[in-house]
């Protein structure tokens, strides 16, 4: 059954929502006093989400519970991830690293990567942590673009992925290994980073940071060209000590569960800044999806407010009949990273007790700017409102299907499809992208922000997505860069073009799927169909590689040579062709 509003009454609250009921007065200097600040003036992440909570009544409190894969787990108080961090503040100082550098970081989620992220804000380093499930090629690129000084990463993934590109990383000084024993000899090239840690000191005075200092450098994919590294700044943590409350309705008592990687900005956003700066219990699990182990963590650990993903949800579903018991202490779910369907958030409903309320944002706007929060009704199938303080319009695209010149830029009314656009100056906006302030430049048109999606309103003011301007990819919720994709295949010799696009899938969303021009004198037969998606996995990563692979005679261009991917989409999925006028067109970036 498919409910088209869910109703909410103050009984359905467990506790009074921290959101505003009217939001309007709220402005962002009212969120800025919501955080600290430096002892001497300023501004840090790590000190708003570590070192203010370890300075009072809340030093014991458990900031992050680990859940390991083979059922360890360790409680990290907010005392103790004090004193890690600062070690690792001392151990970038110890390695010649000065403000401004960029530390990333390419594990999966132990408690290190949690301790090298706070722990490099602290030293004024900007920290990127990177997606472990990325092979050599996107690792690679990214290190390079934002010229990483320090890696930290296991042993494994150095010799998979980085080992034998090193030598085209002259940025990078040194790989700090987090799984190599202080007492033992790391491999060349390496260090221990548990040795380094073992002789710091566990003081540290924050460095004086401002709200426009880099902090956080996540990286995205456009439809063309090299991934795009969005540059946050230390101001960022207003925006996630403001949506913390206002969406997710964090309070300081919550255990909070947010299932994304770090390696994501969800993962860093939410999974890291926002709930310590809200000084609750945060859950990071190791392991990777298992329904079982899913609900087992729900229960156990009593998790009160729990942030996913649709494709996540939809897995569950799959896994599971009729309500999960047990449940009792979880009060609010939501998810973000991609079309949430009414059913999933009915079978919330019926499974947890509870819907499931969307949530709408980017990498390049830091944190949750449209949502259905604790206390409003939904409508399933829509994003929600735009938070408090988030303004938002929805923009006429051109015939060309790109947006209007600047002058023309016509916010629409309720009912009419376009480009959603955001009013710039939320705290956690993107500054910039790193080394291409061409791009950055390209996404503003009259005094707002593009967005890149397209959206309707409806007459209540509820946002309604319709899809993608360009042509990324979403898939499992992860954002994908058809060119890049498109890169890699390039590299085989038997590949002369390749055209990459997102095919939908019931439970990913979306997969990648490849078309293929070979070289003269290729076969293109299974074997060699097989050896390009295993070349793929192997350079790309299995979440970025295609799932399939078809070799065709030639692939469509626009009249400037661009690969034409909405008609190769079209024809897969047997659509209208559609404005041909509209694909020559000159496509966003
Ligand atoms: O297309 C929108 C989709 O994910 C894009 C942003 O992806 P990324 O930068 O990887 O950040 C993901 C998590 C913040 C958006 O431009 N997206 C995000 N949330 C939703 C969504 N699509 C539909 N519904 C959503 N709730």
């Given amino acids: 059954m498919t409910l088209t509003q869910i109703h909410k009454t103050p009984a359905d609250w467990r506790v009074p929502p921290l959101l505003p009921p009217d939001p309007a007065p709220f402005t962002w200097d009212e969120a800025r006093a919501w955080v600290d600040g430096l002892p001497g003036g300023g501004l840090n992440i790590a000190h708003e989400a570590v070192d203010r909570h370890a300075a009072g009544p809340r030093a014991e409190h458990v900031a992050l519970r680990w859940l390991g894969r083979h059922g360890e787990r360790e409680d990290l108080t907010y005392a103790e991830l004090r004193r890690r961090t600062n070690r690792f503040a001392n151990v970038l100082g110890s390695l010649g690293l000065t403000r401004g550098d960029v530390v990333f970081v390419l594990s999966g989620r132990v408690p290190e990567l949690y301790v090298a992220v706070l722990g490099a804000l602290k030293a004024g380093c900007v920290a990127s942590p990177l997606f472990s499930a990325f092979g050599p090629e996107p690792v690679r690129q990214r290190i390079e673009i934002g010229e990483g000084k320090v890696l930290v990463t296991t042993r494994s993934a150095y010799t998979r992925k980085v080992e034998g590109l090193r030598d085209r990383l002259p940025a990078l000084r040194h790989v700090l290994l987090v799984d190599v024993p202080a007492d033992a000899e790391p491999p060349a090239g390496t260090l221990s980073l548990a040795a380094l840690m073992a002789a710091a000191s566990d003081d540290y005075t924050v460095a004086a940071t401002e709200p426009e200092t880099p902090a956080l450098l996540h990286f995205t994919s456009g439809t063309t060209g090299t991934p795009k590294g969005a540059v946050h700044v230390h101001e960022a943590v207003v925006m996630h000590e403001a949506t913390a409350r206002f969406a997710l309705d964090l309070h300081p008592d919550d255990v909070f569960w947010c299932t994304a990687d770090p390696g994501w900005v969800t993962g860093t956003s939410y999974g890291i800044v926002a709930p310590l700066s809200r000084g609750v219990t945060s859950i990071v699990d190791e392991a990777d999806f298992d329904a079982d182990r899913w609900y087992a963590i729900l229960r156990d650990e009593h998790v009160t407010v729990w942030y996913t993903a649709p494709t996540a949800v939809r897995r569950l579903m799959r896994a599971s009949g009729g309500r999960i018991e047990g449940l009792d202490a979880l009060r609010f779910v939501a998810s973000v990273g991609e079309p949430l369907n009414p059913e999933a958030v009915s079978w919330g409903l019926e499974a947890l007790g509870l819907p499931i309320h969307d949530t709408w944002w980017q990498t390049e706007t830091g944190g949750i700017m449209i949502a259905n929060t604790v206390a409003s009704d939904i ?211």
């Fill in 379 to 589: 409508r399933p199938g829509s994003m929600g409102h735009p938070l408090p303080g988030v303004e938002i319009a929805v923009l006429r695209r051109g015939p060309a299907g790109v947006l209007v010149t600047d002058g023309e830029v016509e916010p629409l009314g309720p009912g009419v499809e376009g480009e959603l656009a955001l009013k710039p100056g939320w705290p956690s906006m993107f500054r910039t992208y790193l080394g291409q302030p061409e791009r950055y430049a390209a996404c503003f048109k009259g005094g707002w922000y593009c967005t890149g999606d397209l959206v309707t309103r409806d007459a209540d003011g509820y946002v309604w997505f319709l899809g993608r301007a360009d042509d990324v990819i979403k898939s499992s919720g992860h954002l994908i860069g058809p060119f890049e994709v498109e890169s890699a295949l390039l590299e085989h010799p038997a590949v002369a073009e390749a055209g990459v696009i997102g095919l939908p899938d019931p439970m990913a969303g979306e997969v990648v799927k490849a078309f293929v021009v070979l070289a003269h004198g290729a076969l293109p037969d299974d074997t060699l169909r097989r050896e390009l998606i295993g070349f793929g996995r192997t350079r790309l990563g299995a979440a970025v590689a295609p799932r399939d692979l078809a070799f065709v005679e030639e692939l469509p261009h626009t009249r400037s040579g661009k690969i034409m991917r909405r008609l190769l989409r079209a024809r897969e999925l047997g659509l209208p062709i559609g404005d041909l006028s509209t694909l020559e067109g000159e496509e966003p970036t």
